[in-house]
């Protein structure tokens, strides 16, 4: 691997930068102070976004500063905005944010800062993970340090720009890392995602104007301002700039996250950085970014990742949380684990959704305890079929059906043995599980 | 107003309601489960799938309740795409459903049934054990829940939180365990808790008193109007195999009840069907009534009010614009006076659709000339009264039974009721048809028109009012004739 430059993790490598006092040592807070100072305007950070190339990290890869230009001509539409940060990172695999939020907050903070000036929000919630206790008490502490250090609150910088920062905590719901259920559920109401449109832009939070980031993304914004829109489209492929943070796990010997720069090789990631395949065992198949993308089989391993080359191979880089596994692994049981997340995390609105997790589940479950019957590739291939794509009001069908119908592409020989011999021929003699209705 | 074409033809539709309602507007069946057209649009069913093309845009399957008109627009609700979403989607719902169809009180009018029919998919793929749920789960007085066949469309959910703005039941849980329930488990309360039961696309919430009652397909259906209240909702009579009605359902009105009825009027079927009716004619002889042929009765009337000038008829508020009329005619051939009975208004009230008057028709009788008079003051007129007729359903409950029955013997009392007449006054009681008997039309409190349906036939000799009023007519010569 070619040496290349960091700084996404360079604070977060350094103890105590949670903390104002170090933060600032390294450099924090002057992204911020320089759009304040410099009479930047908005207009102007949300070009240097759209120059820069950045692109969300929270799974769809979409330009963040397109993003950022759809919210509403405030000459036009005085409504208040506000600026919704995905902290909910429950995707299966995926770790990164967290690494962010515990090891250093105030560069989320500063990153979401820059974010809400750039889309005149008034207040940005930031909707952590209920399990996060320690990314969401290093937040609280680090708002309340940069509250009163002048950072949060009224006239920030004795600028005019004025934004007040605030934590939500999630209650354990997958669907509400989905944008449209993530502000349901900060309005106080079930997880239930919305029909788009009207998208966020228009009407999100409280029918207001609201712009939906991740951690990750926000958390660029203040080395692009600082260091240039050019800077960053200078590193990374074509249409992947800049570095973004991997998450890799699995059967490897040192999983992790690691800071990359866009068009590292998978081999590169899984050999230099996490060690390589544990047990000196070989690859099998991999998710290339969490849970909800397709399976990729050991041959793909050089596969360039940004979003254009996994595109390319069928699957997608999510959010960059690679699994590796094995060549011991079961991909029958890799599914009943998947299809049983899906299953008990559907929010149940849907009905292809509602009831096609809990097939899926169910079948995958019979095939893994040797119970499988001989249409049942067929009819799981027809069911996922049936649940994506775009066929739901938001993408959690597809992201259960997206790696069950992977599996069958990949894999089919495999699930069909297990059928015809009525056990699963990998699988290690698994405990006996409660049926997942009874959690 | 945009130009959208369905399966062919360009239609108009309103850019502001969903692409559904051009569709039923313009008579294209889209199935639906979670649309209703008085309830706000939620697309969490999936079954309104159409295609849709826009421009040179490949046609998409998209679901109609959640995609607004737009100029221009070309719609394919047959399309072979559309058809195979719409499978899928059954296929999903029926994974769970129980197909308990043979003892559902939804069955013959469920609309799973109805599209799975239209769908023609026959096989489920399933063999999954189906979902174990509470199969009778009390929701209050008036609604048994049946969570296995429940589909989720939170129609249920989304009417308590819109129409009478209390919200009393939510989806809880999550995902294939969701269910509807109240909040700890709380019975539920309100005038319109009904409604549920009929905007339940399939049989999972049931009312208490039509469950095991009737097949829904032996029920014949008439158009008729409600008479518990002035507001007059546009109901739907249902009658088992000509004997008792079974259902009271709303019937869509935009300009009287939209799609909704009060829970008072839904199960105010106890008059229509109750028992001991007046039949025929009974004329007090001595002191016991005898039942008479109604020619016999009708004469003693006729005889009464040719002999005493200035009776009083006494007009019950659920007689018709008709039968006021012809009351009206009566009292001026023979000079009586005229009143309509008007109770003081009921706590029923609500902001919604109960009025609180008790009073169906008196916008139209009050158009006619007859004017309303309390039970009190109507009864001193009667007490001071020599003649006294009683006209109408309910006008002797209306009035008071005990002061009826207390009159003093110096009134000479003459009754049309649907049942029997207690008072030491009264000389003749003629039986008559009520509200679910007879055809007519009541004018409600905004001045709106409802018909009166003859749903269920009359017990034998029991005429209405009017052709008993056509007959005395006809038996009365005019004054003016007679003086001649």
Redesign the interface.
């Known amino acids: 691997m070619k040496p290349y430059e960091t700084y996404l993790l360079d604070r977060a490598n350094v103890a105590g930068a949670h903390q104002l006092a170090t933060f600032q040592k390294l450099g924090g807070y002057k992204g911020l102070e320089q759009v304040l100072k410099s009479g930047m305007t908005p207009a102007q950070v949300v070009d240097e976004m759209k120059k820069s190339g950045l692109r969300g990290r929270g799974g769809a890869g979409f330009s963040t500063g397109m993003k950022w230009s759809f919210m509403p001509d405030i000459t036009k539409d005085p409504r208040v905005r506000y600026l919704a940060i995905n902290a909910d990172e429950s995707e299966p695999g995926t770790c990164k944010d967290r690494v962010l939020m515990e090891k250093d907050p105030h560069g989320v903070i500063e990153g979401s800062l820059i974010a809400a000036f750039a889309i005149r929000a008034s207040a940005v919630y930031i909707y952590v993970r209920g399990e996060y206790r320690l990314s969401h008490d290093r937040l609280l502490a680090a708002v309340k340090e940069a509250r009163a250090a002048k950072f949060v609150g009224k006239n920030i910088l004795d600028s005019d720009f004025s934004c007040e920062v605030f934590l939500h905590k999630g209650a354990g ?1 997958y ?1 509400c890392g989905e944008e449209t259920g993530l502000m349901e559920s900060l309005e106080g109401k ?1 997880g239930h995602p919305r ?1 788009k449109p009207p998208f966020p832009a228009q009407s999100g939070l409280w029918n207001s104007p609201t712009t939906v980031n991740n951690v990750e993304t926000v958390f660029n914004a203040p080395f692009i301002v600082q260091r240039g829109a050019a800077w960053h489209a200078g590193i990374g492929t074509q249409n992947s700039k800049g570095n973004f943070l991997c998450g890799i796990s699995g059967h490897v010997n040192r999983p992790g996250v690691y800071e990359l720069p866009f068009g590292t090789t998978a081999r590169e990631i899984l050999d230099e950085k996490a060690g390589g395949m544990w047990k000196g065992r070989q690859l099998k198949a991999w998710f290339p970014g969490g849970s909800s993308c397709a399976l990729l089989t050991g041959a793909d391993v050089d596969v360039v990742l940004d979003h254009d080359s996994l595109r390319a191979r069928g699957s997608s880089l999510g959010t960059a949380a690679m699994v590796m596994m094995d060549d011991q692994t079961s991909i029958a049981r890799v599914m009943e684990v998947i299809a049983r997340f899906y ?17 899926l589940s ?2 995958f479950r019979r095939i893994a305890h040797g119970k499988g ?1 001989d ?1 049942d590739v067929a ?1 799981i291939e ?1 069911l996922a079929k ?1 649940m994506a794509p775009g ?3 938001c993408a959690l069908s597809d992201a259960a059906a997206i790696p069950t119908l992977s599996a069958i592409k990949l894999f089919k020989e495999e699930l069909i043995e297990c059928i015809r011999q009525k056990r699963d021929p990998l699988g290690i003699p698994a405990p006996k599980y409660a049926s997942v ?1 009874a959690h | 107003m945009v130009k959208i074409t369905v399966n062919g033809r360009v239609v108009d539709a309103d850019p502001t309601k969903p692409l559904i309602r051009a569709c039923h507007d313009n008579d294209v069946d889209v199935p639906m489960y979670c649309y209703h057209p008085g309830l706000t649009p ?6 309104c ?1 159409v295609e849709v093309r826009q421009g040179d845009a490949p046609g998409r ?1 998209m ?1 109609a309740c ?1 995609t607004a008109p737009v100029e221009g627009m070309i719609v394919d609700t047959e399309s072979p795409k559309a058809h195979s ?1 719409r499978r ?2 059954l ?3 029926l ?2 459903h129980p197909l308990d169809c043979p003892i559902c009180d939804k069955a013959g009018e469920c609309d799973l049934q109805d599209y799975t029919y239209d769908e023609g998919q026959a096989a489920g ?4 054990p189906r ?1 174990p749920m509470e199969k009778r789960k009390s929701l209050g007085e008036v609604i048994v829940l049946d969570e296995e066949r429940c ?2 469309c939170s129609r249920c959910v989304r009417f308590f939180e819109e129409v009478p703005k209390k919200a009393q039941l ?2 809880s ?6 269910i509807i329930s109240t909040f700890l488990d709380r019975p539920l309360s309100g005038n319109y808790q009904g409604n549920i039961a009929d905007l339940c696309p399939v049989g999972a919430l049931t009312l208490k008193k039509f469950r095991f009652r009737a097949r829904v397909w032996n029920l014949v259906k008439m158009a008729s109007t409600c008479v518990e209240c002035s507001r007059g909702c546009s109901i739907q009579v249902e009658v088992l195999r000509g004997s008792d009605v079974k259902r009271f359902r709303p019937r869509a009105n935009e300009k009287v009840n939209g799609y909704w009825m009060c829970d008072v009027g839904r199960f105010a079927f106890g008059h229509a069907n109750a028992e001991g009716r007046l039949e025929g004619a009974r004329v007090i002889e001595g002191i016991a009534p005898v039942q008479t042929p109604i020619e016999t009765g009708l004469c003693a009337v006729r005889d009464a009010l040719m002999a005493t000038k200035g009776g009083l008829i006494v007009v019950s508020p659920f007689c018709t614009v008709e039968e006021g009329a012809a009351l009206q005619d009566l009292a001026r051939r023979h000079q009586a006076e005229i009143a309509f009975v008007s109770p003081a208004p009921n706590a029923l009230k609500d902001d919604l659709l109960h009025t609180g008057d008790p009073c169906p028709n008196r916008r139209g009788l009050t158009d006619l000339g007859i004017v309303g008079e309390s039970p009190d003051a109507l009864v001193k007129r009667i007490s001071a009264a020599k003649l006294v007729v009683v006209a109408g359903e309910r006008v002797v409950e209306l009035l008071g039974a005990d002061a009826v029955k207390n009159l003093p013997s110096t009134v000479a009392l003459y009754a049309f009721e649907c049942h029997p007449v207690q008072s030491g006054a009264l000389r003749a009681e003629i039986g008559i048809a009520n509200h679910v008997e007879r055809m007519g039309t009541i004018v409600n409190v905004d001045g709106v028109r409802g018909p009166l349906a003859a749903a269920k036939p009359a017990p034998r000799s029991v005429r209405a009012l009017t052709r008993h009023l056509e007959d005395l007519a006809r038996l009365s010569p005019r004054r003016e004739a007679a003086a001649r």
């Open positions: 719901a669907i079930r029909q299953e008990h995390e559907s929010c149940g609105q849907c009905s292809q959704c509602r009831e096609g997790t809990q097939w169910q079948i019957q249409d009819t027809a049936g066929k739901t009001i209705g | 939620v697309g969490s069913c999936r079954i799938q399957v679901v959640r979403t899928e989607c296929e999903f719902l994974k769970n793929r399933s063999n999954e979902r589909i989720l939510t989806v849980d999550l995902g294939s365990r969701s």
